[in-house]
């Protein structure tokens, strides 16, 4: 079972995408999603990389971030409490911080981190065997 990094920090995102121009937050992004995907497969569903996001953020005038963002949260949500696992984000929470994040934009950072330690917490149950592949 290879280890999934569970210490990522809203600091070093912010830190080096903008040091990188947004580059980081692109392989974050998706590196997160591929972890994830790898925690969850058991639950049979697959969450969309990033590049689906970037492809679809125009076309679809941003409603499909809406979406994408709604089913990261869902699924984190119901399988951190299929395992037990405190939850401490949503679907349609994070559909509402990127929704009003477009009016006031540090919402965004707020729905970062909630993946983010959202994500840290399964890693850790992960690491530790109490998740099955």
Not at 68 to 92: A, D, F, Q
Request: aromatic share 12%; with cysteine; hydrophobic share 45%.
């Amino acid at each position: 079972m290879k280890r999934i990094k569970e210490n990522r920090s809203l600091l070093v995102y912010l830190l080096l995408s903008v040091l990188t121009l947004g580059i980081y937050a692109i392989w974050h992004q998706n590196r997160m999603i591929s972890d994830i995907n790898r925690m969850l497969k058991s639950d049979g569903k697959r969450t969309a990389g990033v590049g689906w996001l970037i492809l679809l953020f125009i076309p679809t005038l941003t409603i499909y971030s809406l979406v994408w963002h709604y089913k990261i949260g869902k699924r984190l949500n119901e399988n951190l409490m299929r395992w037990g696992v405190p939850s401490c984000v949503s679907g349609g929470g994070l559909t509402a911080l990127i929704f009003f994040s477009r009016q006031i934009p540090f919402l965004s950072l707020i729905a970062e981190y909630k993946m983010i330690h959202a994500t840290n917490r399964l890693a850790r149950y992960y690491n530790r065997g109490r998740l099955s592949e």
